[in-house]
C-alpha cells in the first residue's frame, strides 16, 4: 500500500468518525493560511512610492461597417444533443437539435444506412455539430456494439455540399464511479437518491442477499459502491461490472470485491479473500417484492389453509424471469393451476419451477446458465393477478428456495501465487470504499 493510498484511508477514517471537528479544523486552516497570505502581501513595497509612468496612444475606432465585415468573416460551429422520439420525422429531429438544412434531412430519410440508425432508433442519443447559418456539418449517433465495443454512425457534410454516412465500430472504454446511501425506507429509495443505476442495484443485490433480506431492510442501514462505467467518445453508454461494494445492515459489515485469478472465472470475495459465490440466485428476479413465503397461508382462490411450497413474487406482466442456476430445461408447457411453466435440473437431484408465466423463451432440452432470462411473468393458470410462482426441490421435496440458495457456496480458494495481488488489490478496495462512505457520512450529517 503507498503512501498516499494509506493517507487516503486515514483521511477516510477520520472524515467518517469525527466529521464535526474536521469541519472545525479546516475552517480554522482556511483562516490561517487567509492571515499568512495578507502577512506576506504586507512585505511588499509601499505602492505609493512606486514610480509613475504616463504613456500616451492614438487608437483609431473602426467603423460600423469595419466591424460588420470582420463579424461577417468569423464563423462558429454549433453543437447540440437531442434523443430520438418514436414520432420523429427527419425534419423535427433537425428541428430540435437546431439545424434548419433541407439536403440534410432528405439525406436522413433516403440513405439506407443513416435512417434505420436514427430514425428507427427512438431513445438513442444523436448529436450535431451545425454551421452558424444553421446548416448540418457532421451528425454522430452511438449504441452498444459487440462484448466491449459500440457502434458510432457517422454523417458528414462533403465538400461537394452533399453528404456521406459510415457505421464505425469502436472499443468502450471503462471508468470507475463510486455511490453511496443510507436506508431510510426502501432500497429503491435509497439507490434513487445516490444516482446509482439500476443494473448496479441488482448487482448489489445478487451479491449480498445470501447475506441480507432485501426485503427487510434497518433505517439506518447503508451501503457503498464502486463500478464500472463503459463510455463512448467519453460518453456513458452503459453500467458495466460492481468492482467492490460494502453493506452495513443491522451492524453487521459486509463486503464484497470482483477477483479473477490466473486461469480461472472471475467472482466476488470478502476483502479476507472468502468466497462469495453460490451456485444459485436467492431470487429468480431483479428486485422486486415476496408476496408470499415458503409457509402455510390462505390460498386465494380455494380459500382454504394450505402449505405454500414455493415462493410468489409480484411482479408486472412482462417482466423478465432468470433462472438462478445452470442446468438442463426438463419441462415447458401448462401444468393445471400452475399455467405456462418452466422446469430446470440443475443437477445433484436439484430442480427448479418457474410457474403462470407469459411466455417460455426457452425449449425442452435447453442448457441455461445462471442468471439466463427464461420467461416472463404473467397470471396463467390459477392467478388472481400477475406473479411468478417460484419452486426449489431437492431430490423430490420441496425446500424453501431461499434459505437452500443460501448454503449452495462454490468452494473458491485462492491460491498462493493469487494472493499477494488479491491483497494490494483489496487495500485499494478499502481506500476507494472509505472514500465513498465518508462522502454518505458528510452528506447525511449535513
Do not use: C
Not at 453528404?163 to 471503462?174: D, G, H, I, M, Y
Not at 422486486?288 to 411450497?309: E, K, Q, V, Y
Amino acid at each position: 500500500m503507498t503512501a498516499g493510498e494509506r493517507l487516503v484511508a486515514r483521511a477516510g477514517h477520520v472524515l467518517q468518525h469525527h466529521p464535526r471537528q474536521v469541519t472545525a479544523i479546516v475552517a480554522a486552516l482556511l483562516l490561517t493560511m487567509g492571515g499568512g497570505a495578507y502577512a506576506v502581501a504586507s512585505l511588499g513595497p509601499d505602492p505609493a512610492a512606486l514610480p509613475v509612468r504616463e504613456i500616451l496612444e492614438t487608437v483609431q475606432p473602426l467603423s460600423l461597417e469595419q466591424q460588420a465585415e470582420a463579424l461577417d468573416a468569423h464563423h462558429f460551429s454549433l453543437f447540440t444533443a437531442e434523443a430520438v422520439r418514436s414520432s420523429d420525422t427527419a425534419e423535427a429531429l433537425l428541428a430540435r437539435l437546431g439545424v434548419n438544412d433541407a439536403a440534410a434531412a432528405a439525406f436522413l430519410r433516403q440513405d439506407a444506412v443513416a435512417r434505420p440508425q436514427v430514425l428507427g432508433a427512438p431513445g438513442r442519443q444523436v448529436s450535431a455539430e451545425a454551421t452558424d447559418g444553421r446548416n448540418l456539418l457532421r451528425l454522430t449517433v452511438r449504441w452498444p456494439g459487440d462484448e466491449g465495443t459500440f457502434k458510432r454512425l457517422v454523417v458528414e457534410r462533403q465538400p461537394s455540399g452533399g453528404f456521406a454516412s459510415r457505421v464505425e465500430t469502436a472499443p468502450l472504454v471503462a471508468s470507475l464511479r463510486v455511490g453511496s446511501g443510507s436506508i431510510r425506507s426502501t432500497l429503491f429509495q435509497a439507490v434513487d437518491e445516490a444516482g446509482i443505476p439500476d443494473a448496479v442495484t441488482s448487482q448489489l443485490v445478487d451479491i449480498f442477499s445470501a447475506d441480507v433480506d432485501f426485503h427487510r431492510l434497518h433505517p439506518g442501514d447503508r451501503f457503498a459502491v464502486v463500478y464500472e462505467t463503459l463510455e463512448a467518445d467519453g460518453e456513458p453508454m452503459r453500467t458495466g461490472r460492481v468492482v467492490s461494494a460494502q453493506f452495513v445492515n443491522g451492524g453487521r459489515n459486509l463486503d464484497a470485491m470482483w477477483f479473477q485469478q490466473a486461469g480461472q472465472r472471475g467472482g466476488y470475495f470478502d476483502l479476507q479473500g472468502r468466497s462469495l459465490e453460490r451456485a444459485f440466485l436467492v431470487s429468480p428476479m431483479e428486485v422486486t417484492r415476496i408476496t408470499s413465503g415458503f409457509a402455510m397461508r390462505l390460498h386465494p382462490i380455494h380459500h382454504t389453509w394450505r402449505a405454500h411450497t414455493g415462493v410468489d413474487f409480484g411482479a408486472p406482466t412482462g417482466a423478465p424471469v432468470r433462472t438462478i442456476g445452470s442446468g438442463l430445461v426438463q419441462f415447458t408447457g401448462v401444468q393445471n393451476g400452475y399455467g405456462n411453466v418452466v422446469e430446470i435440473d440443475h443437477g445433484k437431484g436439484n430442480t427448479t419451477l418457474y410457474a403462470h408465466l407469459s411466455r417460455i423463451d426457452v425449449r425442452r432440452g435447453q442448457a441455461v446458465e445462471r442468471g439466463q432470462r427464461i420467461g416472463a411473468v404473467g397470471s396463467t393458470g390459477w392467478a388472481t393477478g400477475p406473479h411468478l410462482h417460484f419452486e426449489f426441490k431437492e431430490k423430490g421435496v420441496q425446500r424453501d428456495p431461499l434459505e437452500v440458495a443460501r448454503r449452495y457456496v462454490v468452494p473458491t480458494e485462492l491460491t498462493a501465487q493469487a494472493r499477494p495481488n488479491f491483497e494490494r488489490l483489496a487495500e485499494v478496495m478499502r481506500t476507494q470504499l472509505a472514500v465513498a462512505a465518508s462522502a454518505n457520512m458528510v452528506a447525511s450529517a449535513r
